[in-house]
């Protein structure tokens, strides 16, 4: 089965810096989302990229997607205290069954 | 901007009773899911749903579980027997259409089971 996995770690950086996460996973895909999570809360959608895809941009956030090395990662610039959340990938292989990874947890400090 | 909505957020139960956990979908959207997050764990697919029936179901849906759309616009998931390992929060989510689009997902309903 598909599965997100992100590479599992704990991010504290200082507001204005720039947040890196990383998420590979195993088999073929449709598209890939991140999502962010606030703790307690619901799952907020951020970005999809599409297979046919290697990189898009919103806002503050730039996701690429390696479609080879079966990876993405999550750039999120100038970072807020607001952005401090719990943020998952999750894969679709076009059944639109979404496989979460187990999330990275952002700290951002003001 | 138009959203998932769930009721209720909290539902604590006595292992063994019968659960049902209402979600609103977005109007226009036409694919419903649950998702469930056991605490501290991932986020795990449960079950989709369109056109008032299963599209695709996980290891996890077994019989104890089923969903269904009884008005037209709420989309519940019920818990027959409740065990103690149900207690996890409850995702809803919906979608326009499948393939290339977002799923929005509702606050979540946490399940407590004692």
Redesign the interface.
């Given at each position: 089965s598909q599965q997100g996995e992100e590479d599992p770690q704990a991010l504290s950086i200082q507001e204005g810096e720039n947040a890196t996460m990383n998420c590979s996973y195993k088999t073929s895909i449709?598209?890939l989302?991140w999502?962010r999570q606030n703790s307690g809360?619901?799952?907020?959608?951020l970005i999809?990229i599409?297979s046919n895809e290697r990189e898009k941009h919103s806002g503050r956030l730039r996701v690429t997607l390696d479609t080879s090395k079966k990876s993405s990662s999550l750039l999120i610039t100038a970072s807020r205290a607001a952005d401090t959340a719990s943020y998952?990938c999750?894969t679709d292989g076009?059944?639109?069954?979404?496989?979460?990874?187990?999330?990275n947890q952002v700290v951002v400090i003001p | 901007e138009p959203e998932v909505t769930q009721t209720p957020s909290h539902q604590v139960t006595q292992m063994g009773q019968e659960v049902i956990l209402r979600c609103v979908p977005i109007s226009n959207h036409l694919?419903f899911?649950w998702?469930r997050q056991i605490l501290g764990?991932?986020?795990?697919?449960l079950v989709?749903f369109y056109n008032n029936e299963i599209?695709?179901k996980?290891e996890i849906f077994d019989d104890q579980f089923s969903v269904e759309r009884p008005d037209g616009s709420n989309f519940t998931l019920k818990i027959r027997s409740t065990k103690l390992e149900d207690s996890a929060m409850y995702?809803c989510?919906t979608?326009r259409d499948?393939?290339?689009?977002?799923?929005?997902?509702?606050?979540?309903t946490r399940l407590t089971v004692t």
């Amino acid at each position: 089965s598909q599965q997100g996995e992100e590479d599992p770690q704990a991010l504290s950086i200082q507001e204005g810096e720039n947040a890196t996460m990383n998420c590979s996973y195993k088999t073929s895909i449709n598209n890939l989302q991140w999502y962010r999570q606030n703790s307690g809360r619901g799952l907020v959608h951020l970005i999809l990229i599409r297979s046919n895809e290697r990189e898009k941009h919103s806002g503050r956030l730039r996701v690429t997607l390696d479609t080879s090395k079966k990876s993405s990662s999550l750039l999120i610039t100038a970072s807020r205290a607001a952005d401090t959340a719990s943020y998952f990938c999750a894969t679709d292989g076009g059944n639109n069954r979404l496989a979460f990874g187990k999330g990275n947890q952002v700290v951002v400090i003001p | 901007e138009p959203e998932v909505t769930q009721t209720p957020s909290h539902q604590v139960t006595q292992m063994g009773q019968e659960v049902i956990l209402r979600c609103v979908p977005i109007s226009n959207h036409l694919y419903f899911y649950w998702y469930r997050q056991i605490l501290g764990q991932k986020v795990e697919f449960l079950v989709s749903f369109y056109n008032n029936e299963i599209s695709e179901k996980s290891e996890i849906f077994d019989d104890q579980f089923s969903v269904e759309r009884p008005d037209g616009s709420n989309f519940t998931l019920k818990i027959r027997s409740t065990k103690l390992e149900d207690s996890a929060m409850y995702f809803c989510a919906t979608n326009r259409d499948r393939g290339l689009y977002e799923q929005y997902f509702g606050p979540g309903t946490r399940l407590t089971v004692t």
